[in-house]
């Protein structure tokens, strides 16, 4: 497509707002397929499952910006998680080969629950020779897009998109919530209760409906690339066995369709990156629904894309655009305690699993007596990473895991920069990063295992480590 006809679409309306001075941003995208074999482990539950047929690839999706000798990169894997390990051996290897350091390099996971595990994830193991490819593929993927760079235009905006997002836990009338995996009955909310739960009394939570979009445009007009940011867990919906990066990847392929730039018609390609906000409490389902027919496979991740893309489309169109932005990138490292279990818990653990079997295990209690004994193996502490990137106005901040959609909230109310998009699973996975409050009252993603273990206070400490890396791109230091 050229540039009258997309101009046709009205996507790239704005762009006769560009700043009239020759600027000096380059920007370059590029895909990298990590599809894994049939008969891998797929993520995402807390049983095992068997990839046996591939709807659509997997990708990593990268972004390359380059303004005034410094480089940043965004890369997004179509993972559940990407482990520091795997993302560390990545950044070393952009290091050597692109000379870009480590703060400025963001690689993140989409959370889809139909892809390969890259790290230990309740009875999902890791293939270790996947995990040993996955690092190469992502540097692959931003090595690529900065041989794509060339000169470009950069706009960004905020929509707003209220109809998809739900906060996922919820109070419940008196009696109504059953024990947990360890047999209390302390819990005040519940996850996933169920569409037309007549017990439901109200969220726990808030939802964060903001979308926003960086629109990258070739100095002649072509469209290079568009990342979208949403606070939304995975949509889920996919077939039995499956390898799929959920709405993720129906998001890109309608981004294509809207604008007419399919990815298989030229190159480099346009590329669709999609990272998904502050959403370890949120996801798609509506309780309070009237009941419907079942969907068909995929046919809920294609309708949230479609709306999605639609608002996303709306925002490009509005954004004014500039062909010149400082660019940054700082990290920040800290020590965070982790909950373990005690010697009597263990124990416990130990007595139950004796009678059930080696496994694998199906009822909740054995197996969160198995994450029992697996975090018995655990440190006291860990290290972890929070990071931050400066592009001209907009600033972007990282979670390293499942961040409760509080947290994205409180840093974008505090922020230097405006509009701040948070990305989260974001150089690390650390599992879910529920508010102090949230443990207050319980619910699945404050129960102790592999993907809920970091300390009660964890969440003020990460916010607060945010906002020093959001202070620092301000008054112009990176790191």
């Given amino acids: ?53 591939v709807h659509d690839e997997l990708q990593v999706r990268a972004l390359a910006l380059e303004s005034g000798g410094t480089r940043l990169a965004i890369a997004t894997c179509d993972l559940c998680v990407v482990p520091r390990g795997v993302v560390d051996r990545a950044k070393r290897l952009i290091e050597e080969h692109a000379g870009i350091p480590p703060a400025h390099v963001l690689v993140a996971s989409t959370h889809t629950h139909s892809a390969p ?40 905006g905020v929509g707003r998109e209220e109809r998809l997002v739900f906060n996922r836990r919820f109070r419940m009338r008196p009696g109504t919530i059953p024990p947990d995996p360890f047999g209390r009955t302390t819990d005040q909310v519940l996850m996933n209760p169920g569409v037309g739960n007549p017990n439901v009394l109200e969220p726990a939570g808030p939802t964060d409906p903001a979308v926003g979009v960086l629109a990258v445009e070739a100095a002649d007009g072509r469209p290079i690339a568009v990342l979208g940011n949403y606070a939304l867990h995975y949509v889920g919906g996919e077939a039995p066995g499956h390898i799929s990066a ?93 909950r373990l279990p005690s010697a009597a818990e263990i124990a416990a653990a130990r007595r139950l699993l004796a009678t059930a079997g080696p496994g694998p295990y199906r009822q909740r209690d054995h197996i969160y007596a198995r994450e029992t004994l697996d975090l018995a193996e655990y440190p006291k502490t860990v290290r972890t990473v929070v990071q931050a990137l400066r592009i ?86 990176n790191t």
């Fill in 392 to 477: 001209g106005s907009l600033g972007i901040a990282t979670f390293p895991g499942e961040a409760f959609v509080e947290l994205g909230i409180e840093v974008k109310a505090h922020s230097p920069f405006q509009p701040t998009f948070l990305i989260e699973l974001a150089n690390d996975y650390r599992g879910y990063i529920p508010t102090v409050a949230a443990f207050e009252v319980g619910g699945y993603e404050t129960w102790r295992a592999k993907s809920s273990c970091l300390e009660v206070e964890a969440a003020p400490k990460l916010v607060a480590a945010v906002r020093r890396r959001l202070e620092a791109l301000k008054r112009g230091e």
């Fill in 246 to 338: 959920d709405y993720f990847a129906a998001w890109a392929a309608a981004m294509e369709a809207l604008t007419g730039l399919e990815a298989a018609r030229r190159y480099p390609p346009f590329v669709p990156i999609l990272t998904n906000g502050c959403s370890g409490n949120i996801n798609n389902v509506d309780v309070k629904r009237p009941p419907r027919a079942r969907a068909e496979p995929y046919q809920q991740m294609r309708r949230v894309a479609e709306i999605l893309a639609a608002e996303c489309l709306r925002t490009w169109r509005a954004a004014d655009f500039t062909d010149s932005a400082e660019l940054g990138g700082s990290l920040e490292e800290l020590e965070l305690a982790l």
């Fill in 117 to 156: 595990p890259a790290a230990h994830l309740f009875q999902s193991r890791p293939d270790p020779h996947y995990v040993d490819w996955l690092p190469v593929r992502i540097a692959d993927g931003v090595r690529r897009a900065l041989n794509h760079l060339e000169p470009a235009r950069i706009g960004w």
């Fill in 1 to 53: 497509m050229n540039r009258r006809s997309f101009l046709l679409t009205g996507a790239a309306a704005a762009s006769s707002r560009v700043l009239p001075a020759a600027g000096t941003l380059r920007a370059g995208a590029a895909t990298s397929n990590i599809t894994p074999p049939l008969g891998c482990s797929l993520a995402g539950g807390m049983t095992d499952r068997t990839g046996t047929e």
